[in-house]
C-alpha cells in the first residue's frame, strides 16, 4: 500500500495531468476530467487547502450533473419548442399576475399534485405559461410530459386498438407533470373522451395535470359531447386546482427583449 503512495508523490506533474486523465475516464467523471487544471490553478492561486480543492472538484462535477439531468429531462418532455417564463411580456397582458406565475414556478403545486387550467383566447400567452411552467418542473426535478390533447386522444385510441391502452394509461400516470395543450380546439369523440378521462382518473390526486383551452369550461360541451362526461373531467381538473385566465386579447406580435438569466449552457444542452 505504500509503494504506490510514494510513485504517487513522485509524479511529475505532466504524469499527474495524465494519471488524472486515465483515472477520470475510467469514472466517468467528464466535468473534473475537463476542469482539474483550471480548478487546480485556482485552487493554487487562491491558497485552498487540499480537502478545499477536492471539494471544488467533486462540486463541479456534481452542479454539471444536475445540469446535465435538468436538460435531459426537459428534452424528455416532448416541448415543441423552448419557452421560459422570464421571457413572457406581463405588461403586454395585464390579466395575467405576474407574482402568480413566480409562486407557481416554484413548483409547489406539482409537488402535491393539484391541476393547473390556463384558460383564455388564442394568442393571450397560455402556451407559452403551460411550456414555462413545464420547464420550471423540470428543471425543479419532476418527471414532466408535454402533449397536444388531440394527440393524445390520437394515442390512446391506438393502444387501445393494439391491446396496450392499459399500459399506456400507466405510463402516463407516472409522470409528475402532465401538460395537455390545445383543449378544445377540437371536437372529441365519446371513445376518445373516454380514454382522456382515464387519464385524468389514473392522476387524481397523486399527480399534476396542467392544461390549456381556448374555451370556457362552459363552453367544452363542444369539445367533450357527453355533459355528464364532460362535467367529470372539468370536475378531475378544477378540484383542489389553479384557474388563471389569460384574458381575450391577444399579445402583440414581434419578439420581445430577452432578460439576462442563467440558462442551461453546456454542449448538447438547451441554451
Same mark, same amino acid.
Given at each position: 500500500?505504500?509503494?504506490?503512495?510514494?510513485?504517487?508523490?513522485?509524479? +511529475?506533474?505532466?504524469?499527474?495531468?495524465?494519471?488524472?486523465?486515465?483515472?477520470?475516464?475510467?469514472?466517468?467523471?467528464?466535468?473534473?476530467?475537463?476542469?482539474?487544471?483550471? !480548478?487546480?490553478?485556482?485552487? $493554487?492561486?487562491?491558497?485552498?487547502?487540499?480537502?478545499?480543492?477536492?471539494?471544488?472538484?467533486?462540486?463541479?462535477?456534481?452542479?454539471?450533473?444536475?445540469?446535465?439531468?435538468?436538460?435531459?429531462? *426537459?428534452?424528455?418532455?416532448?416541448?415543441?419548442?423552448?419557452? @421560459?417564463?422570464?421571457?413572457?411580456?406581463? #405588461?403586454?397582458?395585464?390579466? /395575467?399576475?405576474?407574482? %402568480?406565475?413566480? #409562486?407557481?414556478?416554484?413548483?409547489? @403545486?406539482?409537488?402535491?399534485?393539484?391541476?393547473?387550467?390556463?384558460?383564455?383566447?388564442?394568442?393571450?400567452?397560455?402556451?407559452?405559461?403551460?411550456?414555462?411552467?413545464?420547464?420550471?418542473?423540470?428543471?425543479?426535478?419532476?418527471?414532466?410530459?408535454?402533449?397536444?390533447?388531440?394527440?393524445? *386522444?390520437? $394515442?390512446?385510441?391506438?393502444?387501445?386498438?393494439?391491446?396496450?391502452?392499459?399500459? %399506456?394509461?400507466?405510463?402516463?400516470?407516472? *409522470?409528475?407533470?402532465?401538460?395537455?395543450?390545445?383543449?378544445?380546439?377540437?371536437?372529441?369523440?365519446?371513445?376518445?373522451?373516454?380514454?382522456?378521462?382515464?387519464?385524468? %382518473? $389514473?392522476?387524481?390526486?397523486?399527480?399534476?395535470?396542467?392544461?390549456?383551452?381556448? $374555451?370556457?369550461?362552459?363552453? @367544452?360541451?363542444?369539445?367533450?359531447?357527453?355533459?355528464?362526461?364532460?362535467?367529470? !373531467?372539468?370536475?378531475?381538473?378544477?378540484?383542489?386546482?389553479?384557474? /388563471?385566465? %389569460?384574458?381575450?386579447?391577444?399579445?402583440?406580435?414581434?419578439?420581445?427583449?430577452?432578460?439576462?438569466?442563467?440558462?442551461?449552457?453546456?454542449?448538447?444542452?438547451? +441554451?
Amino acid at each position: 500500500m505504500t509503494q504506490p503512495a510514494r510513485r504517487r508523490r513522485s509524479m +511529475t506533474e505532466q504524469a499527474a495531468d495524465a494519471a488524472i486523465e486515465q483515472a477520470c475516464h475510467s469514472l466517468r467523471l467528464p466535468t473534473i476530467r475537463s476542469r482539474f487544471v483550471e !480548478i487546480a490553478d485556482a485552487a $493554487e492561486r487562491e491558497q485552498l487547502t487540499y480537502r478545499g480543492f477536492l471539494a471544488e472538484l467533486l462540486l463541479s462535477e456534481c452542479d454539471d450533473r444536475d445540469r446535465r439531468r435538468s436538460v435531459r429531462r *426537459v428534452r424528455a418532455a416532448g416541448f415543441p419548442r423552448e419557452k @421560459w417564463l422570464d421571457d413572457f411580456d406581463y #405588461t403586454a397582458n395585464p390579466a /395575467i399576475n405576474a407574482a %402568480t406565475i413566480h #409562486t407557481l414556478a416554484r413548483c409547489d @403545486w406539482v409537488r402535491k399534485g393539484d391541476p393547473l387550467c390556463l384558460i383564455g383566447d388564442s394568442g393571450t400567452g397560455k402556451t407559452h405559461l403551460l411550456i414555462g411552467l413545464g420547464i420550471a418542473a423540470a428543471q425543479a426535478g419532476f418527471r414532466v410530459k408535454y402533449s397536444l390533447a388531440t394527440k393524445l *386522444v390520437n $394515442e390512446l385510441v391506438e393502444a387501445a386498438d393494439e391491446r396496450q391502452l392499459a399500459r %399506456t394509461i400507466a405510463r402516463y400516470g407516472r *409522470v409528475d407533470l402532465l401538460c395537455i395543450d390545445e383543449v378544445g380546439y377540437m371536437q372529441l369523440d365519446r371513445r376518445g373522451a373516454e380514454m382522456l378521462f382515464q387519464v385524468l %382518473t $389514473e392522476r387524481e390526486e397523486k399527480a399534476s395535470v396542467a392544461i390549456a383551452s381556448n $374555451e370556457s369550461f362552459s363552453a @367544452w360541451t363542444k369539445t367533450f359531447t357527453d355533459p355528464r362526461l364532460c362535467a367529470a !373531467i372539468v370536475d378531475r381538473l378544477t378540484f383542489a386546482g389553479n384557474i /388563471i385566465e %389569460t384574458g381575450t386579447e391577444s399579445l402583440p406580435p414581434g419578439p420581445r427583449p430577452r432578460p439576462t438569466r442563467h440558462r442551461l449552457n453546456h454542449p448538447g444542452g438547451l +441554451t
